[in-house]
Nanobody, 131 residues
Framework: EGQLVESGGGLVQAGGSLRLSCAAS????????IGWFRQAPGKRREGVSC????????YYKESVKGRFTISSDNAKNTVYLQMNSLKLEDTAVYYC????????????????????????WGQGTQVTVSS
């Protein structure tokens, strides 16, 4: 079964930047939707961004558009999330997860990535934005 490992979280001041990495192993990386999700204390896990490693299409949550950029390096089996202009409300544990591309298309995951549809969850990486 595939495995995903996140890294790159940390403490940053508001307005700062971080780049998260999601390294994959154990599955055919080029045929998946890889999603970034986050969960703040007391809140539901939500989809932040998603990318198809098959055709490069992307999804962004409205509140991160223009600030976050998702990218994929298929040669390295890694998906990145570049986060700029960070805000206090971006504070959360960030997770990446995978969904087979054919299933992602059928479920409309690139319109709304539902965490319940994704699997191979990583352990998460904490992002804390301070004022």
């Amino acid at each position: 079964e595939g495995q995903l490992v996140e890294s790159g979280g940390g403490l940053v001041q508001a307005g700062g930047s971080l780049r998260l990495s999601c390294a994959a192993s154990g599955f055919t990386f080029g045929d998946y939707a890889i999603g970034w999700f986050r969960q703040a204390p007391g809140k539901r896990r939500e989809g932040v961004s998603c990318i198809s490693t098959s055709d490069g299409s992307t999804y962004y949550k409205e509140s991160v558009k223009g600030r976050f950029t998702i990218s994929s390096d298929n040669a390295k089996n890694t998906v990145y999330l570049q986060m700029n202009s960070l805000k206090l409300e971006d504070t959360a544990v960030y997770y990446c997860a995978a969904l087979a591309w054919a299933t992602a298309q059928a479920l409309g995951a690139m319109i709304f990535p539902d965490p319940d549809d994704f699997g191979s969850w990583g352990q998460g990486t904490q992002v804390t934005v301070s004022s």
